[in-house]
Protein backbone atom coordinates (compact mmCIF):
# COMPACT_ATOMS: atom_id res chain seq x y z
CA UNK A 1 0.00 0.00 0.00
CA UNK A 2 1.67 3.54 -0.79
CA UNK A 3 1.43 6.54 1.21
CA UNK A 4 -0.89 9.58 0.51
CA UNK A 5 0.41 12.00 -0.45
CA UNK A 6 1.12 14.88 1.36
CA UNK A 7 2.76 17.44 -0.69
CA UNK A 8 1.94 20.75 -0.64
CA UNK A 9 1.26 20.28 -4.33
CA UNK A 10 -1.91 17.26 -3.99
CA UNK A 11 -3.48 18.72 -7.53
CA UNK A 12 -1.95 17.17 -10.01
CA UNK A 13 -2.52 15.18 -13.23
CA UNK A 14 -4.37 16.29 -16.81
CA UNK A 15 -7.25 18.35 -15.13
CA UNK A 16 -5.10 19.88 -12.48
CA UNK A 17 -5.05 23.95 -14.10
CA UNK A 18 -9.02 22.99 -15.07
CA UNK A 19 -9.84 22.57 -11.30
CA UNK A 20 -7.78 25.61 -10.42
CA UNK A 21 -9.24 27.71 -13.27
CA UNK A 22 -12.44 26.86 -12.51
CA UNK A 23 -12.04 27.62 -8.41
CA UNK A 24 -10.68 30.81 -8.79
CA UNK A 25 -13.06 32.28 -11.34
CA UNK A 26 -15.90 31.13 -8.45
CA UNK A 27 -13.82 32.75 -5.69
CA UNK A 28 -13.19 35.76 -8.56
CA UNK A 29 -16.86 35.80 -8.82
CA UNK A 30 -17.95 35.83 -5.41
CA UNK A 31 -15.65 39.00 -4.80
CA UNK A 32 -17.08 40.80 -7.93
CA UNK A 33 -20.57 39.91 -8.85
CA UNK A 34 -20.83 42.24 -11.43
CA UNK A 35 -17.12 41.50 -13.32
CA UNK A 36 -17.06 39.52 -16.39
CA UNK A 37 -14.48 37.23 -16.73
CA UNK A 38 -12.63 35.56 -20.17
CA UNK A 39 -10.94 31.91 -20.19
CA UNK A 40 -8.48 31.69 -22.69
CA UNK A 41 -8.26 28.30 -23.63
CA UNK A 42 -9.16 26.27 -26.71
CA UNK A 43 -10.30 23.81 -24.21
CA UNK A 44 -13.98 23.44 -25.17
CA UNK A 45 -14.17 21.48 -21.71
CA UNK A 46 -14.95 25.44 -20.01
CA UNK A 47 -17.87 25.47 -22.26
CA UNK A 48 -19.88 23.86 -19.39
CA UNK A 49 -18.99 25.70 -16.77
CA UNK A 50 -19.74 29.33 -18.90
CA UNK A 51 -22.96 28.30 -19.28
CA UNK A 52 -23.37 27.31 -15.88
CA UNK A 53 -22.16 30.54 -15.00
CA UNK A 54 -24.42 32.12 -17.33
CA UNK A 55 -27.46 30.58 -15.43
CA UNK A 56 -26.18 32.48 -12.43
CA UNK A 57 -26.43 35.70 -14.23
CA UNK A 58 -21.94 35.77 -14.06
CA UNK A 59 -21.31 37.05 -17.22
CA UNK A 60 -18.16 35.07 -18.64
CA UNK A 61 -16.73 33.95 -21.70
CA UNK A 62 -14.27 31.29 -23.42
CA UNK A 63 -12.23 32.45 -26.25
CA UNK A 64 -9.80 30.60 -27.93
CA UNK A 65 -7.06 33.49 -27.93
CA UNK A 66 -6.81 36.92 -26.56
CA UNK A 67 -7.30 37.91 -30.57
CA UNK A 68 -10.34 35.85 -30.65
CA UNK A 69 -12.11 37.91 -27.69
CA UNK A 70 -15.10 40.29 -28.32
CA UNK A 71 -13.78 42.83 -27.60
CA UNK A 72 -10.61 42.31 -30.09
CA UNK A 73 -12.89 41.78 -33.08
CA UNK A 74 -11.39 42.18 -36.30
CA UNK A 75 -12.47 45.67 -38.54
CA UNK A 76 -14.86 45.37 -41.01
CA UNK A 77 -14.41 47.04 -44.29
CA UNK A 78 -15.75 50.53 -43.05
CA UNK A 79 -12.78 50.23 -40.41
CA UNK A 80 -15.78 49.59 -37.27
CA UNK A 81 -15.49 46.92 -35.07
CA UNK A 82 -17.75 44.35 -36.45
CA UNK A 83 -20.72 44.32 -34.23
CA UNK A 84 -20.01 47.07 -32.30
CA UNK A 85 -22.18 49.94 -32.25
CA UNK A 86 -21.07 53.57 -33.57
CA UNK A 87 -19.12 55.06 -30.56
CA UNK A 88 -21.70 57.71 -28.76
CA UNK A 89 -21.09 61.40 -29.28
CA UNK A 90 -21.03 63.37 -25.81
CA UNK A 91 -24.04 65.31 -26.64
CA UNK A 92 -26.01 62.01 -27.74
CA UNK A 93 -25.10 60.71 -23.90
CA UNK A 94 -25.13 64.41 -22.27
CA UNK A 95 -28.69 64.71 -23.77
CA UNK A 96 -29.62 61.24 -22.36
CA UNK A 97 -29.10 61.86 -19.41
CA UNK A 98 -31.00 65.48 -19.23
CA UNK A 99 -28.72 66.83 -17.03
CA UNK A 100 -28.06 63.33 -13.82
CA UNK A 101 -25.00 62.40 -13.24
CA UNK A 102 -25.61 59.35 -12.39
CA UNK A 103 -27.76 58.40 -15.53
CA UNK A 104 -25.10 59.94 -17.48
CA UNK A 105 -22.77 57.69 -15.21
CA UNK A 106 -24.61 54.44 -15.76
CA UNK A 107 -25.35 55.33 -19.80
CA UNK A 108 -21.42 55.69 -20.26
CA UNK A 109 -20.87 52.56 -18.49
CA UNK A 110 -23.52 50.21 -20.21
CA UNK A 111 -21.99 51.53 -23.70
CA UNK A 112 -18.48 50.86 -22.91
CA UNK A 113 -19.78 47.43 -22.09
CA UNK A 114 -20.56 46.67 -25.75
CA UNK A 115 -21.70 42.69 -25.67
CA UNK A 116 -20.79 42.51 -22.35
CA UNK A 117 -23.98 44.04 -20.56
CA UNK A 118 -25.65 43.01 -17.97
CA UNK A 119 -28.64 40.30 -19.41
CA UNK A 120 -31.38 40.56 -16.23
CA UNK A 121 -32.82 43.43 -14.46
CA UNK A 122 -31.22 41.94 -11.33
CA UNK A 123 -27.75 42.00 -12.57
CA UNK A 124 -28.20 45.04 -14.45
CA UNK A 125 -29.52 46.87 -11.14
CA UNK A 126 -26.31 45.50 -9.32
CA UNK A 127 -23.91 46.90 -11.52
CA UNK A 128 -25.55 49.87 -11.75
CA UNK A 129 -25.25 50.08 -7.74
CA UNK A 130 -21.33 49.25 -8.14
CA UNK A 131 -21.00 51.76 -10.85
CA UNK A 132 -22.44 54.68 -8.77
CA UNK A 133 -21.15 53.34 -5.38
CA UNK A 134 -22.39 52.10 -2.22
CA UNK A 135 -23.75 55.68 -1.22
CA UNK A 136 -26.64 55.49 -3.67
CA UNK A 137 -29.59 54.16 -1.98
CA UNK A 138 -31.26 51.42 -3.41
CA UNK A 139 -34.45 53.57 -4.01
CA UNK A 140 -31.78 55.92 -6.65
CA UNK A 141 -30.64 52.73 -8.10
CA UNK A 142 -34.33 51.73 -8.59
CA UNK A 143 -35.48 55.13 -10.09
CA UNK A 144 -32.50 55.19 -12.23
CA UNK A 145 -33.21 51.45 -13.47
CA UNK A 146 -37.27 52.93 -14.19
CA UNK A 147 -35.57 55.86 -16.16
CA UNK A 148 -33.96 53.57 -18.05
CA UNK A 149 -37.04 51.14 -19.31
CA UNK A 150 -39.20 54.60 -19.50
CA UNK A 151 -36.66 55.95 -22.30
CA UNK A 152 -36.80 52.67 -24.33
CA UNK A 153 -32.83 52.52 -23.41
CA UNK A 154 -33.46 49.39 -21.72
CA UNK A 155 -36.57 46.77 -22.83
CA UNK A 156 -37.55 43.90 -20.41
CA UNK A 157 -38.37 40.97 -22.48
CA UNK A 158 -39.12 37.96 -20.33
CA UNK A 159 -36.35 37.71 -18.22
CA UNK A 160 -33.81 39.44 -20.09
CA UNK A 161 -32.62 42.76 -21.36
CA UNK A 162 -32.15 44.46 -24.62
CA UNK A 163 -30.34 47.87 -25.07
CA UNK A 164 -31.11 50.32 -27.51
CA UNK A 165 -28.49 52.74 -25.93
CA UNK A 166 -28.15 56.35 -27.46
CA UNK A 167 -25.53 57.05 -30.11
Not at 84 to 111: F, H, Q, R
Amino acid sequence: MSEPNTSSSTCLGKNALDFHLAYFLGALATTDPAGYFHLISKDTGFDPLVQYLASKEILASRSESIEDMPCFERPAGNGALQGAEPAPTVSAIDAAANGDPLMKLVLDDLIKRRSAKPRTPKTLKSTMQARCGSEVSADRIEALYTALVERGYVRVEGTKLNYALPR
